[in-house]
């Protein structure tokens, strides 16, 4: 079972750039949402949607853009890298009005 | 505002020393509460959910209880793979985010 996989695992950037964090899932789970964790912080909420084509900012959207063009798949961008973006971006999935959610295994991503 | 409140941040325990992790929470309504474990360099793993006070839900060595302002994760007689991060996190009424505590770092010393 995969469950949901993010890609890539580390990631370096330098400030100004733009890249994509990739998240897919096989449950046929309509609820994803995206995390960064960051010393102290906790998880926070940077986005999330109910279903494919409908999308919502969370708690932390700034900097951030997503699209959900299908059910298995919610791409977190990255516009224009900043220092403060440096994190572990965890992606997750549930069933809509489910109780548990499952998590990748996250990505580490490093802006200088 | 919706918050959530872990205690304490980090515990250190001798194996078998049995102990309490705390979780308070101020929310408008609260739909569930949840329990995760996370272990270096992964994602949280989901261990519970509790809907209303007086539920308790136990696997192993672990038991949730739930009151109307805060939860309780109860180690008894815990072992050194238990070491890891716990996070709990709350599910408001209406919504389907969840909102997270700081988590409370487990160490359990052989």
């Known amino acids: 079972n995969a469950g949901v996989t993010q890609t890539p695992k580390f990631q370096v950037l330098k400030t100004g750039q733009s890249m994509t964090l990739q998240c897919a899932q096989d449950m046929n789970h309509e609820y994803m949402s995206w995390y960064r964790q960051d010393p102290g912080m906790g998880l926070r909420l940077i986005h999330y949607s109910v279903g494919a084509g409908i999308t919502d900012q969370g708690e932390v959207p700034n900097g951030y853009n997503v699209s959900r063009s299908t059910t298995e798949d919610f791409p977190l961008r990255l516009l224009s890298a900043a220092p403060s973006q440096t994190s572990v971006y965890f992606c997750?999935?549930?069933?809509?009005?489910?109780?548990?959610?499952?998590f990748g295994q996250g990505t580490r991503l490093t802006v200088v | 505002e919706d918050q959530v409140t872990q205690s304490p941040e980090a515990l250190r325990l001798q194996e078998g020393e049995s102990s309490s992790l705390n979780c308070s929470y101020t929310v408008s309504g609260l739909r569930g509460l949840f329990w995760y474990r996370q272990d270096p360099g992964k994602g949280p793993e989901f261990l519970f959910t509790l809907y209303s006070a007086g539920e308790e839900k136990e696997k192993e060595r672990l038991k949730a209880t739930l009151t109307k302002k805060e939860s309780f994760l109860h180690i008894t007689a815990p072992k050194p793979e238990d070491s890891a991060t716990y996070l709990c996190?709350?599910?408001?009424?209406?919504?389907?985010?969840?909102?997270f505590g700081q988590g409370t770092r487990l160490t359990i010393n052989p």
């Open positions: 997750a999935s549930s069933r809509r009005g489910g109780t548990e959610a499952f």
């Open positions: 996190a709350v599910q408001l009424q209406g919504a389907q985010k969840l909102v």
